[in-house]
């Protein structure tokens, strides 16, 4: 067998090698890398173009054009988290937290090339992992079921006590609002429409994309706004200083690389938990196993870039495996990688392992590939993007907010999109000001659907007895355990419980204090509206509500009554514990808070301004209107910049978005009135 294997490998290498099959891995290298760059467009987009172009392909060919492109997509998205803090895909929300501030250092070209590189030895591991997994992972997966799969979304979710850092209780609360949040929707049990506000458009819940985009994006488009300078004035290191910078600090961490690619392509392996969480699950892990990380991460420290990246392509190699092995798609690209074995007469299962092996093997060789060809080509255009973090920013707000826009809308195509992006927003950008740490909300918005899925098909399938299975003991009792350990953390570092009680003093109502109001009034509010649906409906919200109402309430009490020269130390239980603010810091505090909300309240005005010409004149005459004036009025750019600027970016929309994809844009007013006027005016 171990002969046979080798000599399959050995063939589908030569086969790859034909001159025809390496331009097709080529091109989908090079549409992937494009594609990661676009904010919120993701290579599903991609998968789902190329798709009809591989009928007349050979399987050989095919697959290395379509996975040439999803392989390399996680690659490129870090150049827009790094740079404008702008995750491109779901997968790069946790690169922004270190990868942004490293940009703001002027180590920008530091912080791609580590990413790069990490991605690179990440993507050969999972496709490696992949190699030696395929002959022997079949048992495994067939002992995973609802259980097990619950419990490891549970795990998930528990990160949130890891990535709420100094303050536990706020991202406890945030967390259990975002699982609120991922219920939106009509209930999978009963048919119960939960929250949608009497609209069609949240019948299916709130698209991961544009809140995504809103949460993490905006705020950082917001502040770069209300400084009015470029994202950094200082280039610490010279772009190719930075590249061999960031390849040696990637090859110096190789162990934490290594690990974070095992999390990668152990939970890309596992149907159901999603790529959007993996990046979260890595980043949580260096923070707990790496030494000094909980004073340096969150404020440039290149392992923060390193750890979710090196997890991030090799997800790829693990979602391949059930993918090939039982045919269930291991994310929602291989979804559609299905399609093309459809297309070319090939059934997932025993076959690809044993007589289209060297198919099978095709398939790893053009992943490993594929990132090869994808680092290789960032590596040589990183000094030029790094040199974007220099340029004034109405140079660059106008181009990546139309873009965000565009890549928002992508969601679902509908205008509910367009305002999930601009509330989430404001909420983000809120949270982000008054230091409540924002990936909480996110992993919770990500996996409270899948905790709530995997729970009743659990009761269902097995009653109470899996609550037995060894596997679900094991993850149950960590996350437990993780959730804990803030908590002890905080006991222990105060001293004992009666040193905690002596932090609290006469209560102090601040301005900042209202945001707990409305928060938690929205909670309540939620629940109200919850009470009176099915019991199966209401059973999950209303635990999940109240716990985040209790976890907020003590955040509150904690703030309201803690002595005010505490309250700089973390927020703790009563205390600090020492550990970061899990989230990027803001450089606003040298503004006048009255100035800041005012421009603010600016930007986003920029936005709603935005919105209403899209809704009269369409989005792609929107584009050029709005870069003219925003460039010429925020900063008076001379007009030898801003026409051409204008012109070529709505060219590029129409090219790539109108003609290559043909997305239905939205109704506009303009349009609405055009039949009307036709029939007065017959000429029309």
Not at 177 to 201: E, H, K, V
Not at 409 to 437: C, E, H, T
Not at 444 to 462: A, C, H, K, P, V
Not at 612 to 620: D, F, N
């Amino acid at each position: 067998m171990e002969v046979s294997m080798l000599q399959a490998a050995g063939n589908a290498f030569v086969l790859l090698m034909e001159p025809f099959r390496l331009l097709m891995l080529f091109t989908g290298v090079m549409m992937g890398l494009v594609i990661g760059l676009l904010p919120g467009i993701g290579g599903l987009v991609g998968l789902a173009l190329l798709l009809p172009f591989t009928f007349s392909m050979d399987p050989y060919s095919a697959f290395a054009l379509l996975l040439g492109l999803g392989a390399v997509t996680s690659t490129a998205d870090t150049i827009p988290a790094v740079l404008f803090g702008v995750p491109g895909t779901s997968a790069s929300q946790a690169t922004v937290l270190d990868g942004l501030p490293m940009s703001k250092k002027g180590e920008a070209g530091r912080a791609l090339a580590a990413a790069y590189t990490a991605s690179l030895m990440g993507g050969i591991f999972g496709a490696f992992l992949m190699a030696l997994a395929l002959p022997l992972v079949r048992p495994i997966i067939l002992y995973i079921g609802s259980p097990e799969l619950l419990s490891l979304a549970v795990f998930g979710i528990s990160s949130v006590a890891v990535l709420s850092g100094s303050a536990p209780l706020r991202g406890l609360t945030a967390g259990g609002f975002g699982i609120m949040l991922a219920m939106i929707g009509s209930d999978p049990q009963t048919g119960t429409l939960r929250w949608t506000m009497d609209t069609l458009y949240l019948w299916e819940g709130l698209p991961l994309v544009p809140a995504v985009l809103g949460l993490f994006a905006l705020p950082e488009l917001c502040d770069l706004a209300i400084q009015r300078s470029s994202i950094t004035k200082d280039v610490k290191f010279n772009p190719r200083e930075g590249m061999l910078q960031g390849m040696k600090d990637a090859f110096r961490h190789w162990w934490l690389v290594l690990r974070c690619s095992w999390i990668g392509a152990g939970f890309g392996a596992i149907p159901g938990i999603g790529g959007s969480v993996i990046d979260w699950l890595a980043y949580g892990h260096a923070i707990r196993s790496e030494k000094g990380a909980a004073q340096t991460f969150g404020r440039g420290d290149v392992r923060g870039v390193i750890a979710p990246e090196s997890a991030n392509n090799a997800k790829e190699g693990g979602a391949l495996v059930p993918t090939v092995v039982f045919g269930v798609p291991g994310s929602a690209g291989m979804a559609i990688l299905l399609g093309a074995f459809m297309i070319h007469g090939l059934v997932p299962g025993p076959d690809m392992v044993t007589k289209n092996l060297q198919v099978t093997y095709a398939m790893v060789w053009s992943i490993a590939l594929a990132n090869i060809l994808g680092a290789g080509l960032c590596f040589a255009f990183s000094g030029y993007f790094a040199k974007l973090a220099t340029l004034r920013y109405t140079l660059i707000l106008p181009i990546i907010m139309s873009v965000t826009y565009v890549g928002a809308f992508q969601a679902s195509r509908n205008w509910g999109d367009l305002y999930i992006l601009l509330m989430f927003g404001v909420f983000g950008w809120v949270m982000k000001a008054l230091k409540w740490p924002r990936p909480p909300l996110i992993l919770g918005l990500i996996l409270g659907d899948i905790i709530e899925r995997y729970l009743f098909i659990s009761i269902q399938r097995y009653g109470v007895d899996w609550f037995a299975r060894p596997i679900v003991i094991f993850f149950f009792s960590i996350s437990f355990l993780a959730l804990l350990r803030p908590f002890l953390e905080d006991v222990k570092h105060q001293g004992g419980f009666k040193n905690m009680l002596n932090g609290f003093g006469k209560p102090t109502f601040r301005a900042t204090d209202l945001f707990y109001v409305v928060l938690l009034g929205l909670i309540i509010a939620m629940m109200i509206d919850a009470s009176s649906w099915n019991f199966s409906a209401k059973i999950v919200p209303m635990v999940v509500g109240g716990a985040a109402l209790i976890f907020g309430g003590l955040s509150l009490l904690n703030q309201l009554f803690r002595r005010p020269e505490l309250q700089a130390k973390g927020e703790g239980v009563a205390g600090s514990t020492g550990r970061l603010h899990m989230d990027l810091q803001t450089d606003l505090s040298i503004l006048p808070v009255r100035e800041t909300i005012k421009r603010a309240g600016i930007f986003f005005g920029w936005l709603v301004g935005f919105m209403a010409s899209m809704s009269v004149i369409g989005l792609i005459p929107t584009v050029p209107v709005f870069v003219v004036l925003f460039m010429r009025l925020e900063n008076r750019e001379p007009w030898k910049i801003v026409a051409p600027m204008a012109v070529l970016l709505a060219l590029f929309i129409y090219i790539v978005f109108d003609q290559l994809l043909t997305i239905p844009w939205p109704p506009t007013y303009l349009g609405a009135w055009a039949p009307g006027l036709k029939s007065m005016i017959p000429s029309l």
